[in-house]
Structures are given as structure tokens and as C-alpha cells.
């Protein structure tokens, strides 16, 4: 046996172990009735655990080390190359953690996510002000064994977005806040669309039925597809490109809601899917750049779902599924999915108010992480930015500073993926465009998956062996820049709004 | 640590390996896509394995020896003498099979699984013979390791029904086959009802909402229940009683297969869900007595679910949830689920001649068994049991012995369970209207509850802590007789048929 059979054969190992708990997770959030709750959250440790204890052996780590040396390294094709440096770096990481320290970490973050709900719940931010302080810094302290040469929120954001840095983000978000935020001004003082026309009950089997039909017209393989309905809507895999699940919400008023999770889910689900099978079981498949797996859910929900063109050809059919759609006209629905209002909760925000949603939560972390700002300043300093960007301001923090759970488990660095993946598709528009032709043509003509096979084969099939850094230079031969999304804003609400 | 912690530690290890599988099996069956099969097959080989290992290791054997001598069991309080006994016998069993037998037997079986659905699909019984010989010739070996002081057809049945024994078998399925046979040779000469009215579609969610409001009226726990849908109905825990979980197929043309599927299977999860939680995690709590679980299926399906009782409350409720059930009557219902009919494929039999479909099977084991009947001579010998019990031939040996999958991967022996819970409820039906009065009153009141809740106290709570042999000592007083169970058929069928 060699050095690399022995190395596949414990990966394969901790893959059974991480597919596990993978597949408990889904059952959990999916299936599992309440009483088999505890029980399943017990496996989930249970094996948790097993994988935690394998993966950071001496043994698992000295053969990763023996791969790594010259002699045998140059043995590797590139697929493991690239999987043993990812796994060295990641290993090394970790190991510099102390197991005591880890132990408190896990502690304090699991304490944090169990006071969150009950704050947000109570409207209390003063029952929260501890965990939060001691997340603060135990992410602080964390960042500090494992990425010790780095800015602490440098380290944070790279966690979420490899190679990405507080400056670069500074810049993109600057330009876009400048931009959007005189834009929002005017569309709030233009006339709005009439609701009432879209409160419709839709039964849940129509809109799991449309869900359906929408991810395969987007060009989704359905023999490696699955769907269920969970409280959030989720993408998945099962450990391989072949079983790639999302899950949504249906509820009855809400109808678009659900098409417009179904279609984002899509999106990251097509990325999973499309990944070259030759990394199946290595880091190449574990797609973990957020801001490029955000790009892809967002590049299908709001540049291609939200245009009218995606919907022409498929209307009859959407009205078939859905006859309770006959009674508004495509015009009329198109200008619903586009509404703009200015709203405190970003889960519920539009394309457009969605991203300064995202710039508010990463001034925050920035004054947190960066500016030393104290935990019983952050309310104020919420409702002020809420004012200072979307001219309103909550009246409670449940709907303020408490509504999203990220910083209870310690996920700071992660919101400005969400808004990286738009400014990336800003770009991709570009390059598609000047590959393909105009979008708008291609949507009208019911090619959908012309786009869909570009991003596969730019994108989708090197996986998480390109940073996005990467993707954007081979697509888009350029640097990161958030003008191609302003001018993609301007020119569409312009016209939606008749500014 | 005291050896009972230590063992309980082991076991709980053991319980979450097999939970997986369980888990994984049962994602398997209801909504992995095709893509994902191979990958879910491959994980659960896997833990099975891990279980395998861990559950004959000289380690886990030595802890049972040791809590099984006399001063550690004394020590040990009901739940766990009971699980300590099962446990040693069990082990004590599998560990006289020698290691490299037992591989030969599972290749042996699974080839045979692989070959009888082709063969089954192309009707072709000569490409089985050598499989299904092998087979036989395994299971009479593997038992000469397991039970040397057993007839070999004695501790298969033993498998599937602990302490029942083919002597007494052949007295009751004797006095049904006597009974039986003239009583459907009347019900054929009568007049049949229409069946035409009951091909009328009926969505699939408007089934899976019936059927769930079906087994909430039978008394189960929806807060440790789920449903799903795969290619057959079984019904499965997923290692307690607080999540049981039941499968259904839903067919547009044949709701009536999709209702008493999921009343057949709500039979089998009320009782796994009602067994004492003090058994959790021990043999107790695992109920391998297959008579006595079909009895539990078979009692709400046949005894009460085919009873016009049973839909007097609940007709109006059932025809708001299926609109299409408005254009019958409730009589016309009862009379198409009650209608008799002799046909070849037992899984589609009515209550009746799914009797005769099971002794059928039990001479043919007999036969193979106890005479030594040659593969060769199998299919003859079947048709001509069809004809002598169901006056009917089959056309193809697809209709007939190439039908079931239970003697391809071995498990001879289980037939007889699905009739001795027949037998069994005839008895049950005595003791009940003995203790509550007269079931057809309950059931018109609207209190099946009442019956559940006999069931649960009488039955359900003890697990698998008696044997059904027991379970009819304490519950009925009486010896097993098919008495009661000929008398219910000739009662029921002589008003049902006018006879």
C-alpha cells in the first residue's frame, strides 16, 4: 500500500463520518418529527466527534506531512496536490489551536447560539451583551493561534472568502454605498406597485410542484436532485456531486417567496452538481469560497430570475402549475418580484436593499473588530446606519441588531460574501455577454441553459481549486470592481421605476 | 465505571452505528435521488460493518459473559436481566458460525437476491434453480451452526417467532385451510360488487393528507411520526419510540391501496412507538416477534379498518380531504374494500384469500424443509397448491412462485408471521369485547382510541419482553387456536355476501 492509498482510504473514512452527519442534518431540518430530535442531535455529536478525533491524529496528520514532502508530492497528480496543500494548510491551523482553549471556544459559541433566540425573542439585548462580548473575544483569541500574522478580521474574512481582504472590501463597498443610496432615494420617491394583486393562496404541492419545474428549466440534473421542505430554505450535498439537495418553505400567501428560494437554491445547487468529478472525495469538491458560491445563487435568483425575459417563455406553464397565477398578467407579476421598499429584516429585502443591508452588517464588524467599538454601543450604532442608509430606523432590536443569528455562533466575516457574490456578477455579466450575446436575448429565446453550460464550464468544474480571486481573472480578466453591478442597478431600476 | 456502565456505553455505541444505517436506509428508500444511491449503499456497508466488528468482538462478548454470571446479574433490575439474556443467546448464536462460512453465506444470498428479480422479470424460474438451491442448502448449514439441537425448519421459524414451532402451525393453518377453502368457493358463486366507481384519480397529496389524518384518528403520537413515500410501504424507528416513521406509495388510480397501506403501517408504528420507555436502547425495545407485530398491523387494517364502523364518524371528514370520494357512498366503500376475489399475487390479495396465499407458502417450505423437495419440482408443486386452494393456475411462474423476494436472500420461515397475526387477532377480538364490550359499538362511537389504548396497556408496552406465545397466555388465557379468527370470517363474510 502506499503513502497515497493509505491517505484515500482515511479520507474515506472521515468522508462516511462527515456524510453522516451530513445526511442527519438534512433528516433533522427535513423530516424528523420533534420527538426524534434529541436523539438525531445526539448521533450528530456522536459522530461529530469521531470525525473531530480522526481528522486531527498524529497519524492522519504525519501521513498528510509524509504527501507533502518533495519527493512524494511530485508523485501526485494535480487533483491530490492541490488536496493535500489545502489539507496541510487547514490542519495546521487547527493543530495550533490548544484542545483546553478549543473545549471554551465551543462553549462560549454554543452558549451564545442558545441566549440569541431568547434575546431576539424578548426583545432583550441586555441578556445578550455578555455571550456576545465573550464571542467577541474568543473569535479574537482563536484567530490568534490559528492565523497569527494576520489582522484578526482579515483572518475572519478569508475564512468565508480565501485571498479576500478588509481594504478591498473597503473599496467595492464604498463605490456601491455612494452609488445605491441616491438611487434608493429616487425609487422611494416614485409611485409603487399594488400588492393586494399577490397575496394569493397557493396550495404547498403547486408550489413544490413549480419549484420543481423552475430548477430543471434552469437546466438542474434531476436524477441528482433532490428537494424537501425545511423551516430555511438550504442547499446540500451528500459528500458528492451526485446527490445535491435544497429544501424551501411553502407557505400559502407567500408564493414568490418560495420561487425565489427555489431558484436561488438552484443556483448553488447547479454549482455543486457541476464540479469536475475527478476532485469527488478531495478539498477540490468542497466548495468553500462563499462569495463565489453566493455569486452563483444570486447570478440565477436576481439577474436572471428577477428579468422578465426568464419568465416569458415559461409563462403558460407557470400558470398551468400554478392556475391561481392566471389572474395577474406576467407584466404585473415582473413588477412584483421587482418591488424596492425600504424594510429593517434582510431575509425579506429585495435585490436592491439587500446590499445595503450587507454594508451595514460589515461596518459593524468592522467598528467591532477594527475600531474596538464596545458591545453596548452596537444598538445605537445599528439604528443610526439603518437611518444613515435606508432612512429608517427599527423600533426594537428584535428587529434591529438581534434579527440575524451569524454573530451568536461566531460566523463574523461571513455578510460580506453576500454582497461579493453580486459584485461578482456584476462582472459575469460581462463576460457572459460578450460570450454568449445579450442575456436578455438568450432568456427570450428559452435557452436558459446556454448560460447555465457558460458558468459550468468557467466556473462550476474547477470547483474550490480557484479562489475567486481566480475565477475573476481567467473569466473576467480584471480586478475586483463594483461598477459593472452599479451600472446593472441604475439602468434596470431606471427603467423598472421610470426614474 | 461499573460493568453495566461500561456495557451500556458500548451498546450505546453499537445503537448509533446501527441508527445510521437505519437512517441511511431509510433516505434510501423515500427521496435520494438515483445519483446518491450508490454512494448511501456504499456508506451503509460501511457502518454495518463497523457494527458487525464491534458487536462480535471478544471484548463485547467477555462484558456480556461477565454481567451474566450470576453475582453481576443478580444486580441488574428487569429491563437489563431481560437484555443480558437476549444479548448472550444472540451472541452466542452468531459466534458458532465460522468467520469464513458466514462470508460464503452472504455471497451466496445476495447473489441469489441479485438473480430472482431478473428472473422474475423474464419469467424464467430455470435461471433461479441454482441460486435458490444454494441458497436453501446455506440456510439449512448456517442453522446447523446456530441451532445444532433444532430441526432445521423449527429454528427458522424460531427467527421470525420465538417458541412457535411448525407442530403447531400445522394444526392451526390446518383448521383454516379446512374452513377456509368452502367458505370462499361460496363467496364465489355470490353476486360481486362494482368496482368500476373506484378507479377514479385522486391526487397523491390529497392520499398523503387522508392517510395522515387516518393515523392520527388511530391514536398516533404525531409528534414522534413521520411519512414519506417510496416504491413500498414498511414502516421503521429510527432507534426509539419517539420517532417511528411509516412509507406509502401513492398510486392516482388506487387510493384504497395507499389507505390501507398506511392503516396496515400505523398499526405496525403504534406499537413500536408504545412500548415502555424504560426498554430504550435494550433488547426490550426491539421487537423482532413478527406474528405478534403483524397481529398489531393486521388488527387495524382487517379487524377494524375494513369495519363499516370505522368510517361512520369519520366519513364526512374523509370525503372533505378527497373530494373525488363524494360521488359514492359510504356503503359502496365498505363493500369495495370488503370484495373477495381469487387472484395469483399475494402482496394484492383481500383479507380472505391472503390467508390461503401464506399457507400455500408454508407447504412449500414444508416441503423443501421437511421432505426434501428438489428445486426442480417447485414450480409444478405451487401451481398445483393454487389450484387446490384458489381454484385458479397461474399463467406464468412470474404470477406465481417467482413472485416474492423473501426466499431469495433467505428468509425462509417469515411467511407463516403474516397469518399467525390473523390467527392471533381472532383471539385479541375475544378478549377485547370481553374487557370493553363490543368492538363495532367503539368504533361507531367514534372511540377507536379506547381500543388503541387497550392495545398499548395489553400488548404494546411490553415490547418484545414476551414472546407472543405469552402475550396470548396472559392476554386470552387459551392456547393459540384458529377458532375465533374462522369464526369472524364466517360471520363477517356470510352478512357481506349474503351467503
Chains 1, 2 share one sequence.
Not at 220 to 231: I, L
Amino acid at each position: 500500500m502506499t503513502f497515497l492509498d493509505e491517505y484515500k482510504a482515511k479520507k474515506r473514512e472521515l468522508h462516511y463520518l462527515s456524510d453522516a452527519v451530513g445526511l442527519m442534518y438534512w433528516d433533522l431540518q427535513t423530516i424528523a418529527p420533534e420527538g426524534g430530535k434529541e436523539k438525531l442531535s445526539d448521533s450528530i455529536s456522536y459522530f461529530s466527534t469521531e470525525h473531530f478525533k480522526k481528522s486531527t491524529s498524529d497519524e492522519y496528520y504525519n501521513l498528510v506531512c509524509k504527501l507533502a514532502e518533495k519527493e512524494e508530492f511530485e508523485k501526485l497528480d494535480d487533483v491530490y496536490q492541490h488536496d493535500i496543500r489545502i489539507t496541510k494548510r487547514d490542519l495546521e491551523k487547527s493543530r495550533r489551536i490548544p484542545a483546553d482553549f478549543y473545549e471554551e471556544y465551543v462553549k462560549t459559541t454554543t452558549e451564545s447560539g442558545i441566549i440569541w433566540p431568547k434575546a431576539k425573542e424578548n426583545n432583550d439585548y441586555k441578556m445578550y451583551e455578555e455571550p456576545l462580548a465573550k464571542t467577541i473575544d474568543a473569535v479574537k483569541k482563536i484567530k490568534s493561534y490559528t492565523d497569527p500574522d494576520k489582522k484578526v478580521y482579515d483572518a475572519l474574512i478569508d475564512d468565508f472568502e480565501e485571498g479576500m481582504t478588509q481594504e478591498t472590501i473597503d473599496r467595492v463597498f464604498g463605490e456601491l454605498k455612494d452609488a445605491l443610496v441616491p438611487l434608493l432615494e429616487k425609487i422611494l420617491k416614485a409611485p409603487q406597485p399594488d400588492h393586494s394583486k399577490f397575496t394569493m393562496k397557493v396550495p404547498a404541492h403547486e408550489q413544490a410542484e413549480l419549484c420543481k419545474f423552475l430548477v430543471e428549466y434552469m437546466g438542474m440534473d434531476m436524477t441528482r436532485f433532490a428537494q424537501a421542505e425545511s423551516a430555511h430554505p438550504f442547499t446540500t450535498s451528500m459528500g458528492s456531486i451526485d446527490d445535491v439537495r435544497i429544501t424551501n418553505h411553502y407557505y400559502e400567501t407567500e408564493s414568490i417567496s418560495a420561487i425565489f428560494s427555489a431558484i436561488h437554491e438552484g443556483g448553488h445547487a447547479i454549482f455543486e452538481q457541476n464540479v469536475d468529478k475527478k476532485y469527488d472525495g478531495t478539498c477540490g469538491a468542497n466548495i468553500n469560497y462563499m462569495g463565489l458560491h453566493e455569486s452563483q445563487s444570486r447570478f440565477y435568483e436576481n439577474i436572471l430570475g428577477r428579468n422578465i425575459n426568464f419568465w416569458k417563455p415559461i409563462w403558460p406553464k407557470v400558470c398551468e402549475i400554478v392556475p391561481e397565477y392566471k389572474n395577474v398578467t406576467l407584466e404585473e407579476f415582473v413588477r412584483e418580484i421587482n418591488h424596492v421598499q425600504n424594510s429593517f429584516i434582510r431575509t425579506e429585502a429585495d435585490e436592491l436593499t439587500y446590499c445595503l443591508h450587507v454594508i451595514l452588517r460589515y461596518e459593524m464588524e468592522r467598528a467591532i473588530f477594527i475600531d474596538g467599538a464596545k458591545v453596548s454601543e452596537l444598538p445605537a450604532m445599528w439604528n443610526k446606519k439603518m437611518d444613515e442608509l435606508l432612512h429608517i430606523i427599527p423600533k426594537t432590536d428584535s428587529e434591529g441588531i438581534l434579527q440575524d443569528m451569524h454573530w451568536s455562533d461566531g460566523s463574523f466575516g461571513y455578510f460580506p460574501s453576500y454582497l461579493l457574490g453580486s459584485i461578482y456578477d456584476g462582472m459575469f455579466i460581462e463576460a457572459i455577454e460578450k460570450d454568449l450575446g445579450s442575456i436578455d436575448d438568450i432568456l427570450a429565446a428559452g435557452e436558459i441553459k446556454k448560460i447555465t453550460k457558460w458558468l459550468n464550464e468557467n466556473i462550476h468544474q474547477y470547483g474550490s481549486t480557484r479562489t475567486s480571486g481566480e475565477v475573476l481573472e481567467k473569466v473576467c480578466g480584471k480586478e475586483l470592481s463594483a461598477k459593472p453591478l452599479i451600472e446593472y442597478f441604475t439602468k434596470k431600476y431606471t427603467e423598472v421605476y421610470n426614474l
